[in-house]
Nanobody, 123 residues
Framework: QERLVESGGGSVQAGGSLRLSCAAG????????MTWFRQAPGKEREGVAAIDSDAHPNYADSVQGRFNVTLDKDKNTMYLQMNNLKPEDTAMYYCAATSRTGFTSVLGDYNYWGQGTQVTVSS
């Protein structure tokens, strides 16, 4: 069964760090582009960081220089290292996979979604 499972969320103070994990299984995920999205209460889901099968990353301006997305193909896992967290980073974080070529933030382009992991940053 196809699945994406996120973990690693939690509560931290501003300036702190967290590392999120997204474990993939049940589909040839190494051929997919993987993306971290987040959704804050009352806001639309937005793309945060993406990575292709060649490990080329792409970041939203709001997290550039603070977040780092990586792949571990041996573990079928994508990571999001989040540093210097800010209260505005508070959201539910989701990982998703798309078979489309090229980076996309269109939600309908994604074939698989995880259930999400909550990140809360206090000031």
């Amino acid at each position: 069964q196809e699945r994406l499972v996120e973990s690693g969320g939690g509560s931290v103070q501003a300036g702190g760090s967290l590392r999120l994990s997204c474990a993939a299984g049940g589909f040839p995920w190494s051929h997919y582009r993987m993306t971290w999205f987040r959704q804050a209460p009352g806001k639309e889901r937005e793309g945060v960081a993406a990575i292709d099968s060649d490990a080329h990353p792409n970041y939203a301006d709001s997290v550039q220089g603070r977040f780092n997305v990586t792949l571990d193909k041996d573990k079928n896992t994508m990571y999001l290292q989040m540093n210097n967290l800010k209260p505005e980073d508070t959201a539910m974080y989701y990982c998703a996979a798309t078979s489309r070529t090229g980076f996309t933030s269109v939600l309908g382009d994604y074939n698989y979604w995880g259930q999400g992991t909550q990140v809360t940053v206090s000031s």
